[in-house]
């Protein structure tokens, strides 16, 4: 069965550096989503991406965060400058054209910021 | 308008996970399942245009005039012990996803 894959599973990083979470979304797919989990927290929504362009983005999505898709298969989530409070789970999920809704999930990234 | 809230109720074999909602406009409700470490996945969900579905053992009932969905988890085991989360959105648009509620099923 086809799944989002996530790289890394886990990633450290200094306050102040630069990280970048990539997703390989399902092959046929072409709504693409980030999400973010604090610890013990509820899942929140980031940004949607569409046809090469952010469809939808929350107040969390600040001017540190950016998306790309750079190529046919690669979803991207870059923060500029990482603070204490980036550290989260971050969830790539994507959705088919169509009749259906169901976005499915990657198994996450765990972002760890010191 | 945009909060989904949880609550939960069990009862003998059978779990029951409320969810209420305020935004009028959402017509689609999902219920993620998440386990630990692991991402949500869609465990069921349903659309406004009708009062219940069922798969296997998991039931949503939805009442649109009160704003509320629910799931229900009959014969509740040591393997659905798990984060239930449900979420609302409109066709088209983001997930809003309640708070959580955390399901432990002992033998």
């Known amino acids: 069965e086809p799944e989002v894959t996530q790289t890394p599973s886990h990633q450290v990083t200094q306050m102040g550096q630069e990280v970048i979470l990539r997703c390989v979304p399902i092959?046929?797919?072409?709504?693409f989503y980030w999400y973010r989990q604090i610890l013990g927290q509820k899942v929140e929504f980031l940004v949607s991406?569409?046809?090469?362009?952010?469809?939808?983005k929350s107040e969390i999505f600040d001017d540190q965060f950016s998306v790309e898709r750079p190529d046919g298969s690669n979803f991207t989530l870059k923060i500029r400058s990482t603070k204490l409070e980036d550290s989260a789970m971050y969830f790539c999920?994507?959705?088919?054209?169509?009749?259906?809704?169901?976005?499915?999930f990657g198994p996450g990234t765990r972002l760890t910021v010191l | 308008q945009q909060q989904v809230k949880q609550s939960i109720v069990q009862k003998g074999g059978i779990s029951i996970i409320n969810c209420a909602y305020e935004?009028?406009?959402?017509?689609?409700f999902p219920w993620y399942q998440q386990f630990p470490g692991k991402g949500p996945a869609l465990l069921i969900a349903?659309?406004?245009?009708?009062s219940e579905k069922k798969e296997g053992r998991f039931t949503i009932s939805f009442n649109k005039s009160a704003k509320q969905f629910s799931l229900h988890i009959m014969d509740s085991q040591p393997g659905d012990s798990a984060t239930y989360f449900c979420?609302?959105?409109?066709?088209?648009?983001?997930?809003?996803f309640g708070t959580g509620t955390r399901l432990q099923v002992f033998p």
């Open positions: 999920a994507s959705r088919v054209r169509g009749f259906t809704d169901t976005q499915y």
């Open positions: 092959s046929n797919h072409l709504y």
């Open positions: 991406f569409y046809n090469n362009e952010i469809s939808e």
């Open positions: 935004n009028t406009a959402f017509d689609y």
């Open positions: 349903i659309r406004p245009d009708v």
């Open positions: 979420a609302a959105s409109r066709r088209t648009d983001k997930l809003i």
